[in-house]
Each structure stands twice: as C-alpha cells, then as structure tokens.
C-alpha cells in the first residue's frame, strides 16, 4: 500500500504562481506511472498532467504551456510547477499512482490517490 500527500495549494489572484508537491509513504518503483488530476465544483475529475516511468509527461489540453511536472530524484515525490493560473484552474488537485509503468487519463486506471489540496484562483 502507498499512501501520497498532497501539499502546496493555496489561494492566489489571477496570474500567480503554485508549486504542488505530491509525497509518496515509500519509495514506488521507478518504472510507475504518476500523475496530477483535479476536480472542479460539480466538474468530473480530469487529468492535469502525468509522468511515465520512462519520464514521458503528459498534460491536459488546458495547460497550453502553464503546467511542469517533475518527480525527485528520490522518485518518491512529484511536482506540479503552476504558472499563469486562471480563475477556471480552481479545483481540489489530486496526486494519484498506478502500478505500471504508463500513464492514463482514466481515473479509475490509478490504484492509489491522496486526499487532495485545494487550489483557488480569485479575478
């Protein structure tokens, strides 16, 4: 079992900057897939940005270029490097995990999830 831990949210005007840190409970396997996923107020969860075992990264049509995720060298924590945040880039941001080594956009393909960290973006 592995337990993530989101930190780094916050609230910041239109325009700002967030770094988003995701910790694994253990060091997971180099070869895993780990990703950042939000979920807006009545809003299904969508993928934010992913990053493969092989360090493919992936991101969401809405990033445009916003948005670096990054993992340690440790591999057992992830970032998400936030620029140019919008009042729509509001949602609860999520860290997931799957246990191989590349990456999907389905929520239900990720076998681990943190509790979350609130990101607010006010005009």
């Known amino acids: 079992q592995v337990q993530l831990v989101e930190s780094g949210g916050g609230s910041v005007q239109t325009g700002g900057s967030l770094r988003l840190s995701c910790t694994a409970s253990?060091?997971?396997?180099?070869?895993?897939?780990m990703a950042w996923f939000r979920q807006g107020l009545g809003k299904e969860r969508e993928r934010v940005a992913s990053?493969?075992?092989?360090?493919?990264?992936v991101y969401g049509d809405f990033v445009k270029g916003r948005f670096t995720i990054s993992k340690t060298n440790a591999d057992n924590s992830m970032l998400l490097q936030m620029n140019s945040l919008k009042p729509e880039d509001t949602a609860m941001y999520y860290c997931?995990?799957?246990?191989?080594?590349?990456?999907?956009?389905?929520?239900?393909?990720?076998?681990?999830w943190g509790q979350g960290t609130q990101v607010t973006v006010s005009s």
């Open positions: 990053i493969s075992g092989a360090g493919v990264t």
């Open positions: 253990r060091v997971t396997a180099s070869g895993y897939c």
């Open positions: 997931a995990s799957r246990i191989v080594g590349y990456c999907s956009d389905a929520t239900a393909d990720y076998n681990y």
